[in-house]
């Protein structure tokens, strides 16, 4: 689900709003087909923006003159996106791509109305004959950084800056807490929302607040680097997310958990370009190298915990086994998942309830 705001690009396109379009460099064929890419922030971010950013640009590096691509940036999860997704199909683009979650329904409509024209969305639900949805598995990253963590925390309590109540973030939080408690029942998992996608004072001031009570090692589900720079300043650690952070706090940081679109985006469009595309849902994760958790530090995390840690992505890696595979319990003890059953990824597109160890409750 997702996001951003930032500083506007210059505008290069017909698109209103005061949004920055930039168009790929180097010479394309006249009728090279369009792969255009929307989003919500600016991709100096170094989060969500900027992933999805170097994930078009790896697809564009192996395209090179045989796709035409277009970035839009900034677009606001509402109504005007709409405007900017119909400019793209009536500029005659083969592919169009909505990067956050609020996109969804705008998007869905213009599709309705340009059916020649192949609409992907990232991290929606929903589904049309030219709209399909995508996604990786970041909850598998999080469990690895739990997994860390565990090893690593003196308190036994992990804290999470957390944006907006909604499964995607649920399924962050609870992963990251199952990881860190397979290796040490003790802990808890503190979370502050800030109900942001990015907003560094807000991300700031929630990691501030964790540590205060008591959190040593924190993760986030936004989208700026505030959480690691502010755990760096108080001498505690924290891990990136959506990128490798490490620069932003390199005392601090454990380890980015890291998505890689570029392995969807090279995919999605050679399906595209031999008109073999479905619009089956696309939900990547380990196994197909879209998520890892990257850049560990060995340091910090002690060598049996780095043994663990490479013990559970290959397990993950081999798809025999999952993050939410039983036995696990609530917060009230009861049980959700029986051992030997694993929730389905429709169950976790749902997930509205916390795991045992995650202190507090989800806002209404």
């Known amino acids: 689900m997702k996001r951003r705001n930032l500083l506007t690009a210059a505008a290069l396109g017909a698109v209103s709003l005061g949004l920055g379009v930039t168009l790929s460099q180097g010479a394309q064929a006249a009728d090279a087909p369009g792969v255009a890419f929307v989003y919500l922030g600016n991709p100096g971010d170094a989060g969500w923006t900027f992933a999805h950013d170097a994930g078009s640009k790896e697809a564009e590096a192996k395209y090179g003159s045989k796709i035409k691509v277009t970035r839009v940036e900034n677009v606001p999860e509402s109504a005007d996106s709409e405007r900017v997704f119909r400019d793209l199909a009536n500029k005659g683009n083969k592919i169009i791509i909505g990067t956050s979650f609020g996109y969804q329904d705008f998007e869905l409509k213009v599709a309705k109305d340009f059916p020649d024209t192949v609409f992907l969305h990232a991290t929606g639900y929903k589904k049309a004959p030219n709209f399909g949805t995508y996604d990786v598995r970041m909850y598998q990253g999080a469990y690895l950084a739990g997994v860390a963590a565990g090893y690593v925390t003196k308190t036994n309590t992990l804290g999470f800056v957390a944006s907006v109540p909604i499964p995607e973030v649920v399924r962050n939080i609870n992963a990251y807490t ?8 003790k802990i808890h998992t503190k979370v502050i929302w800030i109900n942001s996608w990015f907003d560094p004072g807000k991300e700031k001031q929630a990691a501030e ?6 959190a040593d090692v924190l993760l986030q589900n936004t989208d700026s680097s505030a959480t690691l720079a502010t755990a760096s300043e108080k001498h505690v650690h924290a891990f990136g997310w959506d990128s490798d952070m490490k620069k932003f706090g390199p005392d601090a940081h454990l380890g980015s958990v890291v998505g890689h679109w570029g392995v969807y985006y090279t995919a999605v469009i050679q399906q595209v370009l031999d008109n ?3 619009n089956d849902p696309v939900w990547w994760g380990i196994p197909q190298k879209a998520v890892n958790l990257e850049d560990l530090n060995t340091s910090a995390i002690p060598a049996a915990g780095q043994k663990d840690v490479e013990a559970k992505r290959d397990q993950l890696a081999s798809g025999k086994w ?5 036995p696990i ?9 029986p051992a030997g059953k694993t929730l389905g990824d429709a169950d976790l597109q749902r997930l509205n309830w916390y795991v045992e160890g995650v202190d507090g409750s989800l806002p209404k």
């Open 178 to 185: 199952l990881g860190a408690r397979s290796v040490n029942p």
């Open 209 to 214: 607040t964790l540590i205060g009570q008591g």
């Open 276 to 278: 073999k595309w479905k």
């Open 322 to 326: 999952d993050v939410f595979t039983g």
């Open 329 to 337: 319990k609530d917060q009230s003890g009861a049980e959700k998942v």
